[in-house]
């Protein structure tokens, strides 16, 4: 979508109008704050460098607080091979900045092109019991090498779903009263969109507006 940086002040998300031409398919706009690839045909551990720049405070109330970072694995622009695999081991720093291991994810063999490598209806890495959030990637690892494809681990911070009951009709989604009031979107915040749960394959349309305010 974009980046974010406001002349003055601080930026906030208030609202968006958004339409969706699938019935009850769901849409979440993020910050995508760190990304790298991972090499496909190798079942070899990859120790990852480089690390985000935002949401990595460990206090719970401080609004780049790491809570509620989540990893996911995308395919890029090349499908899988037919290879069964799953993401595995997998390891990160935590809210507290300690070492964890994410419980294995199963991948897809075959999976298509700008699709999660990741079970159905499951649009997001699991944690180690406890953990609230990521901090860093620390090292990628598969259970088998895949002979091609491009596979991405991504992490990324939300900041508001969208659900469409109906349609093609805009919804007016309103973050200034709902339980998280105006998210924080922080300077250089590279904006995304991602569908969590999808009731059905095939492209959905998007129409809309977000809204986003600074303050001083």
Not at 127 to 138: P, R
Not at 154 to 160: F, S
Not at 187 to 209: I, N, Q, R, V, W
Request: charged letters at 10%; proline letters at 6%; one cysteine or more.
């Amino acid at each position: 979508m974009g980046q974010a940086n406001p002349a003055s002040g601080t930026l906030h998300l208030v609202g968006t109008d958004v339409s969706a031409s699938v019935i009850n398919n769901s849409l979440l706009l993020y910050d995508l704050i760190f990304g790298c690839a991972k090499t496909v045909a190798s079942a070899s551990a990859e120790a990852v460098t480089g690390v985000p720049t935002r949401y990595q405070s460990t206090t719970s109330t401080n609004p780049d607080y790491v809570g509620g970072n989540f990893l996911f694995i995308q395919v890029g622009g090349t499908a899988l091979a037919a290879t069964a695999h799953n993401h595995t081991v997998v390891t990160y720093l935590d809210q507290d900045n300690a070492a964890s291991t994410m419980p294995s994810l199963t991948g897809n063999a075959s999976a298509i092109v700008r699709r999660l490598d990741h079970p159905v209806q499951q649009w997001f890495a699991p944690l180690q019991s406890g953990d609230v959030g990521i901090k860093a990637l620390t090292q990628m690892q598969h259970s088998a090498s895949i002979a091609t494809g491009v596979l991405w681990y991504m992490i990324g911070h939300p900041l508001g779903f969208m659900s469409f009951p109906i349609i093609n009709s805009i919804f007016p989604f309103d973050w200034l009263t709902n339980r998280n009031q105006a998210p924080r979107v922080f300077d250089g915040a590279c904006l995304a969109f991602l569908e969590p749960l999808k009731p059905a394959t095939g492209t959905t349309t998007y129409t809309g507006s977000v809204w986003l305010t600074s303050a001083a």
